[in-house]
Nanobody, 124 residues
């Protein structure tokens, strides 16, 4: 059974940090691209970062570049999203997703599997 399980969300003050984890199981992790998305109330789901386990390439959107970092622990089939200098605008549900190979990583429809999401709330 394919599973993606996010953890690490919570309530933090502006300027604080959180590290999200996405633990994957049930598929050939090394052949997949893992993406991080977020969805704020009333807004579309937004792709913010991804990592290709095939070639190690990573991508991140400009709005979080310099504050968020994606990394992978291949031994644990886990992808992390380190989030620093958090802002109230970062408040959202954060999801990880997996797609075989690659594709247009920012498009949610690209992905085959999704986690259930973890809530991140940044207070001002």
């Amino acid at each position: 059974e394919v599973q993606l399980e996010e953890s690490g969300g919570g309530l933090v003050q502006a300027g604080g940090s959180l590290r999200l984890s996405c633990a994957a199981s049930g598929f050939a992790f090394d052949d997949y691209t893992i993406g991080w998305f977020r969805q704020a109330p009333g807004k579309a789901r937004e792709g913010i970062s991804c990592t290709s386990n095939r070639n190690g390439n990573t991508y991140i959107v400009d709005s979080v570049r310099g504050r968020f970092t994606i990394s992978t622990d291949t031994a644990k089939n886990t992808v992390f999203l380190q989030m620093n200098s958090l802002e109230p605008e970062d408040t959202a549900i954060y999801y990880c997703a997996a797609v075989y190979g690659g594709g247009y990583w920012r498009c949610p429809n690209t992905y085959d599997y999704w986690g259930q999401g973890t809530q991140v709330t940044v207070s001002s």
